[in-house]
């Protein structure tokens, strides 16, 4: 059974323009949660779609935005691209919300730099 | 702000030696995960213990959980030189929303880097 396959696993953009990472979650799962990790900072939350919605959203400006397609995959928009979005954006998947106690399983990350 | 502290931020042995990192946390959780991380990559989860568990086991890893302390801590017992990789600890807080229903959401801390010398 395939994992959470994310898409680029590198990309490089020019400081205001956009980028747009893939994340396709495991099978079954209509979870998928993003994670923003730049050097020194850890994990930090950027957003939670479930069953197509956004569902939460971590402390980050509008335009970093997003959406879950119909068969649960999901892309991250990042618009007018600063060098501090440079960062591995890690996506992950679970079982829907109902379920309590149930792991989130992540990607590799797409390793993004701007320029 | 992470909900989750870790400490040691990075921790140093031997081989065979036993490693023991913690995980401090402010609000009430549903449950805590670890996870690990080889050279910036993914993420792969570990094990999850949940709130009304004290003590979990996974082949070499022991987790236990004190929610009056609101901590916990990953126990690798016998490492090896492949355990090099930073650990995160993650806790699934349920917050409300205006309309009253629950969304979970992991947390993350910032992580123990762990190196063990062969």
């Known amino acids: 059974e395939a994992g959470v396959t994310q898409s680029p696993t590198h990309l490089i953009k020019t400081r205001g323009q956009q980028a747009t990472l893939r994340c396709s979650p495991i099978s079954g799962h209509t979870s998928v949660y993003w994670y923003q990790q730049a050097l020194g900072l850890g994990l930090q939350f950027l957003l939670w779609?479930?069953?197509?919605?956004?569902?939460n959203r971590g402390n980050f400006p509008p335009r970093f935005s997003g959406r879950q397609f119909p068969n649960y995959s999901s892309e991250l928009n990042v618009n007018a691209l600063e060098l501090e979005d440079s960062a591995l954006y890690l996506c992950a998947s679970s079982l829907a919300r109902g379920r309590e106690n149930t792991e989130a399983f992540f990607g590799q990350g797409t390793r993004l730099t701007v320029v | 702000s992470q909900q989750g502290e870790e400490d040691p931020q990075a921790l140093s042995i031997q081989e065979g030696e036993n490693a023991t990192m913690n995980c401090s946390y402010k609000?009430?959780?549903?449950?805590l995960q670890w996870y690990r991380q080889n050279s910036g990559r993914g993420l792969v989860h570990l094990i999850l213990i949940r709130s009304n568990e004290r003590e979990k086991h996974s082949g070499r890893l022991r987790v236990t959980l004190d929610t009056s302390k609101k901590s916990s801590s990953l126990l690798i017992t016998a490492s090896r030189a492949a355990d090099t990789a930073s650990y995160f600890c993650?806790?699934?807080?349920?917050?409300?929303?205006?309309?009253?229903?629950?969304?979970?959401?992991?947390?993350f801390g910032q992580g123990t880097i762990l190196t063990v010398h062969p």
């Open positions: 609000t009430s959780i549903n449950n």
């Open positions: 779609y479930d069953e197509g919605e956004e569902r």
């Open positions: 993650a806790t699934d807080a349920r917050e409300r929303n205006a309309g009253g229903t629950s969304y979970g959401k992991l947390t």
